[in-house]
Structures are given as structure tokens and as C-alpha cells.
């Protein structure tokens, strides 16, 4: 069975770094793909960073590219995101997602939610001043 499963959430205050985590089990690993995305109260889910892992390759929704960074463990069939200079805007439900076989995707299809079919529970960020 497909799943993932994240961690690594928190409160931290303004100018801080997170890293969360995302395990993804029942794949085959080297031909997925794997999204973050971020859900701030009462707002819309929105993917900010996505990566093929076969490939390596790598999309940054354009606001947080330079402050969020996406990579990979692949033994571990673990994705991280780092989060760096945290503003209170980041305070969000954080999720990810992930898809076995991923075909070839633009960068607006690589952060949408279309693609992907296996969702995780979410870890929750709180940034505070």
C-alpha cells in the first residue's frame, strides 16, 4: 500500500528554519514523484516545491525559491523540505504528496494536486514573533 507520512513540524519564531520530512512507503521509489504543499488557515492548498525522484529534478513555486529547498534521502525513500527565514505567513498545515509513476510535468502541473493520489495527514508549522 502506497502512504506517506510527514514530520518534522513545529513552532519557531520569525527568521527560523524548519526541516520536515516525508517517508514514502509501498512505492517504487525511483520512479515517483513527491509535492509539498502548504494550507495556511483559512486559505487554499497551494504546492510549494515538488521532485522526481529518479531524476533528482526539482520545481520551486517562484515566491519561495531561495527560501524553501527540496531534497531527498533515497535509501531512507525520504523527501525533505527545508524551510529557512521563516515569516508568519508561513504558519500553515504543511502536506505531502506523492505519486508512483509520474509522467513528464510542467512546473504548474508538478505543484497542482491533480497528479497526485496519495496524501498525508499534514505537520503543522507556527512561526510567532
Known amino acids: 500500500q502506497e502512504q506517506v507520512a510527514e514530520s518534522g513540524g513545529g513552532s519557531v519564531q520569525i527568521g527560523g528554519s524548519l526541516r520536515l520530512s516525508c517517508v514514502a512507503s509501498g512505492f517504487t521509489y525511483s520512479a515517483a514523484c513527491v509535492a509539498w504543499f502548504r494550507q495556511p488557515p483559512g486559505k487554499e492548498r497551494e504546492g510549494v516545491a515538488a521532485l522526481y525522484t529518479g531524476s533528482g529534478k526539482t520545481y520551486y513555486l517562484d515566491v519561495e525559491q531561495g527560501r524553501f529547498s527540496i531534497s531527498q534521502d533515497v535509501p531512507q525513500n525520504t523527501v525533505f523540505l527545508d524551510l529557512s527565514n521563516l515569516q508568519t505567513g508561513d504558519t500553515a498545515m504543511y502536506y505531502c504528496?506523492?505519486?508512483?509513476?509520474?509522467?513528464?510535468?510542467?512546473?504548474?502541473?508538478?505543484?497542482?494536486?491533480?497528479?497526485?493520489?496519495?496524501w498525508g495527514r499534514g505537520t503543522q508549522d507556527r512561526v510567532s514573533s
Open positions: 504528496e506523492a505519486e508512483g509513476h509520474c509522467p513528464p510535468m510542467t512546473a504548474r502541473q508538478a505543484l497542482g494536486t491533480a497528479v497526485y493520489g496519495n
